[in-house]
């Protein structure tokens, strides 16, 4: 059965930190990696995609992806207690995407 | 992105009733999406919904429980039928699909927050 694991958390890191996100996937075949936010009593909300190995930035946010290792992270920098979310990470093979239970996220004040 | 919006954003239902939700998104999509998501869970995929066609289940999820109608590419429905206590949960649909930005990445709707009693 193809999976997708998340540390739960939750992690707690002060504001100004770096917070990294980690998350790893059983499907070599997958093709498409995303990480949403959910604030509680909200829906998920789409901030990073990635596609090929490598990194890729996007304001504070940066999604790191390890294909040979099966692994996908994202970094938050200068992270604000507005980035207090459940991070979801979600891994897509063929029309398929399976979603990790998420990592609950604190940044102190 | 497309706007997705859901009808009824909550309701409290009697065991034994069906309840029916809507998912509608302001511009056509190619693939819609039924989730379920029980109290501090992820997401569940309950089926995609297809155009013109009968809905694809996941395992576990049946359509004489769930059956969804998906009419066009800018509306669909969730039935929840014959409810317990245990179909409580939020009910989310998403979008995905070139016409929604991207083939694959999804954009939810906000949610409807079912309680059986």
């Known amino acids: 059965q193809k999976e997708v694991e998340q540390n739960s958390g939750p992690l707690s890191v002060p504001e100004g930190a770096i917070a990294s996100l980690n998350c790893t996937y059983s499907d070599r075949g997958s093709q498409s990696f995303f990480w949403y936010r959910q604030y509680s009593g909200k829906s998920p909300e789409l901030i990073m995609s990635i596609y090929s190995n490598g990194d890729k930035e996007d304001g504070r946010f940066t999604a790191q992806l390890n294909k040979a290792s099966q692994y996908v992270s994202l970094l938050i920098r200068d992270s604000q207690p507005s980035d207090s979310a459940t991070y979801l990470c979600a891994v897509t093979g063929g029309f398929k995407t399976i979603f990790g239970a998420g990592t609950r996220l604190f940044v102190k004040a | 992105s497309a706007v997705i919006s859901q009808k009824p954003s909550r309701d409290i239902c009697q065991r034994g009733t069906s309840l029916t939700i809507q998912c509608q998104v302001d511009?056509?999509?190619?693939?819609m999406f039924w989730y379920r998501q029980q109290p501090g869970q992820s997401l569940t995929l309950i089926a995609t919904?297809?155009?013109?066609?009968?809905?694809?289940?996941e395992s576990g999820f049946v359509i004489d429980k769930f059956p969804i109608s998906r009419p066009n590419l800018t509306f669909s429905t969730l039935t929840v039928s014959n409810m317990s206590p245990e179909d409580s949960s939020i009910y989310l649909c998403?979008?995905?699909?070139?016409?929604?930005?991207?083939?694959?990445?999804?954009?939810f709707g906000p949610g409807t927050r079912l309680t059986v009693t």
């Open positions: 511009s056509q999509v190619t693939m």
């Open positions: 919904a297809n155009q013109g066609s009968e809905a694809t289940y």
């Open positions: 998403s979008v995905a699909g070139e016409l929604a930005g991207s083939s694959y990445e999804q954009y």
